[in-house]
Antibody
Framework: EVQLLESGGDLVQPGGSLRLSCAASGFGFSDYGMTWVRQAPGKGLEWVAVIYKEGHITYYADSVKGRFTISRDNSKNTLYLQMNTLRVEDTALYYC???????????????WGQGALVTVSS | QSVLTQPPSVSGAPGQRVTISCTGNNSNIGAGYAVHWYHQLPGTAPKLVIYLTTKRPSGVPDRFSGSKSGTSASLAITGLQAEDEADYYCQSYDSSLRGYVFGTGTKVTVL
């Protein structure tokens, strides 16, 4: 059974930094692309970032480009999201998600963690 | 602001058929990228119910079906059941944004 367990969510002041981690188990972590998707309170889903299985190719939503960095350690089966220069509008539940599919443009998100809550407030 | 537009809500009586539309443009759905659908029960993580526009993951009942035409896609739920009451999101890829996009979300209510 696929399990994705996020950690690192916290209350942080605007301009601060935070790193989320996602421990993966139940599947060949190094064989799949991974993504982060966030959901602000009472709002819809927003894709944040994606990383190829090898870790050398990454893409970001414009809203976080230059501030967030997605990375992975395949030896530890762990996905990361380094978040810098946080803004109030980054407040959300951040989901760690396993991607599935052929070409990257057609990837779907087939397994989701329970989310890590990030609150940006003074 | 999402580039994929869904109706805010749809409703139906138990046993009825409801459809949810997902309207995009020629940078996403109209460009031939796959469409996927997720449902989300309150307080839980989203779950994939349709992938690659028409395929159902194992365990998803055949009451759920997907289709696409031009710059729009649709999710149909037949034989509506109380457990289908949830929020539903479509998802695709946008070549202009060079990233994935989700729909605005639709709340399905079982009357």
């Amino acid at each position: 059974e696929v399990q994705l367990l996020e950690s690192g969510g916290d209350l942080v002041q605007p301009g601060g930094s935070l790193r989320l981690s996602c421990a993966a188990s139940g599947f060949g972590f190094s064989d799949y692309g991974m993504t982060w998707v966030r959901q602000a309170p009472g709002k819809g889903l927003e894709w944040v970032a994606v990383i190829y299985k090898e870790g050398h190719i990454t893409y970001y939503a414009d809203s976080v480009k230059g501030r967030f960095t997605i990375s992975r350690d395949n030896s530890k089966n762990t996905l990361y999201l380094q978040m810098n220069t946080l803004r109030v509008e980054d407040t959300a539940l951040y989901y760690c998600v396993k991607a599935q599919g052929g070409r990257i443009q057609d990837w779907c998100f087939d397994s989701w963690g329970q989310g890590a809550l990030v609150t940006v407030s003074s | 602001q999402s580039v994929l537009t869904q109706p805010p809500s749809v409703s139906g009586a138990p046993g009825q058929r409801v459809t949810i539309s997902c309207t995009g443009n020629n940078s996403n759905i109209g460009a031939g990228y796959a469409v996927h659908w997720y449902h989300q029960l309150p307080g839980t993580a989203p779950k994939l119910v349709i992938y690659l526009t028409t395929k159902r993951p194992s365990g998803v009942p055949d009451r759920f079906s997907g289709s696409k035409s031009g710059t729009s896609a649709s999710l149909a739920i037949t034989g509506l059941q109380a457990e289908d009451e949830a929020d539903y999101y479509c998802q695709s890829y946008d070549s202009s944004l060079r990233g994935y996009v989700f729909g605005t979300g639709t709340k399905v209510t079982v009357l």
